[in-house]
C-alpha cells in the first residue's frame, strides 16, 4: 500500500512560473523526502526533510512539512521546460523502506 | 546520476518462467533495496538487503527473493512469474544499514514484461 498521496495528480505549466505539488501521508514519520523520475526511468533525489524541520531549500525548490497536518509542499520556482518530470514523495518511517506516493506529472511548457 | 548500475535495462519472459534482475550499488554503498513500480504508480518496496542478509521485506510472496554479494552487489530472483509482475524494477543503494536515515540513489530500472 502507498502512504503518500500527491495533489494534483497531474499539473500543466508555462515556462516561469511557479509550480507547487502536495503530499499527505498517514503514520509519523522520521523524514520524508521528494524525488524526481523521466520517462518511467530511475529516481533522482531532490531533497529530504526530516520530522523536526518545518522548511527547507535547495536552489529553485522549497519543501515544507506540516508534521500536525501530516502534509508536505514541494515549490519548484520559475520552472523550466526541463522540469517536466514526476515527482514522487516518499516516507521514511524506520522501517527499513521508503514508502512512495503516486505522484504529481508536470508539463512545464517552454 | 547515481553510481547504480541494473541489468538488462529490458526483459521480456513468459508467464511461469524466472528471472533474475542485477544490479551493482554505489562505491561505498552496503545496502541495496529493491522496488517495483507499475505503470502510473509510485514504486513499491520489496525487500532490502545489508551485509548480504535480508534486512526488511514489504508484501511481497516467497517467489520474490534475493541476494547480495560481498561487493554489495545484489540480484532479484523471480520465479513463476505472472502478468502483474510486469513492472519497471528499480534498485536503490544508501550508505547506513539498519536504520534507513540516508538517501536512496536509485539505478535506471529494468523494465520487465511479462507475457
Known amino acids: 500500500s502507498q502512504q503518500g498521496e500527491e495533489d494534483p495528480q497531474a499539473l500543466s505549466i508555462q515556462e516561469g512560473e511557479n509550480a507547487t505539488m502536495n503530499c499527505s501521508y498517514k503514520?509519523?514519520?522520521?523524514?520524508l523526502q521528494w524525488y524526481r523520475q523521466n520517462s518511467g526511468r530511475g529516481l533522482v533525489h531532490l531533497i529530504l526533510i526530516r520530522s523536526n524541520e518545518r522548511e527547507k531549500h535547495s536552489g529553485r525548490l522549497r519543501v515544507t512539512l506540516d508534521t500536525s497536518k501530516k502534509s508536505s509542499s514541494l515549490l519548484i520556482t520559475a520552472s523550466r521546460a526541463a522540469d517536466t518530470a514526476s515527482y514522487f514523495c516518499?516516507?521514511?518511517?524506520?522501517?527499513?523502506?521508503?514508502?512512495f506516493g503516486s505522484g504529481t506529472r508536470l508539463q512545464v511548457q517552454p | 546520476e547515481t553510481g547504480v548500475t541494473q541489468s538488462p535495462t529490458h526483459l521480456i519472459k513468459t508467464r511461469g518462467q524466472q528471472v533474475t534482475l542485477r544490479c551493482s550499488s554505489q562505491?561505498?554503498?552496503?545496502?541495496v533495496s529493491w522496488y517495483q513500480q507499475a505503470l502510473g504508480q509510485g514504486p513499491q518496496f520489496i525487500f532490502q538487503y545489508y551485509r548480504e542478509e535480508e534486512n526488511g521485506r514489504g508484501n511481497f510472496p516467497p517467489r520474490f527473493s534475493g541476494l547480495q554479494f560481498p561487493n554489495y552487489s545484489s540480484e532479484l530472483n523471480v520465479n513463476a512469474l505472472e502478468l502483474d509482475d510486469s513492472a519497471l524494477y528499480l534498485c536503490?543503494?544508501?550508505?547506513?544499514?539498519?536504520?534507513?536515515?540516508?538517501?536512496?540513489?536509485f539505478g535506471p530500472g529494468t523494465r520487465l514484461l511479462v507475457l
Open positions: 536503490a543503494s544508501s550508505p547506513q544499514g539498519g536504520t534507513l536515515r540516508a538517501t536512496q540513489y
Open positions: 516518499a516516507t521514511d518511517t524506520g522501517r527499513r523502506a521508503l514508502t
Open positions: 562505491s561505498g554503498h552496503n545496502t
Open positions: 503514520t509519523s514519520i522520521n523524514n
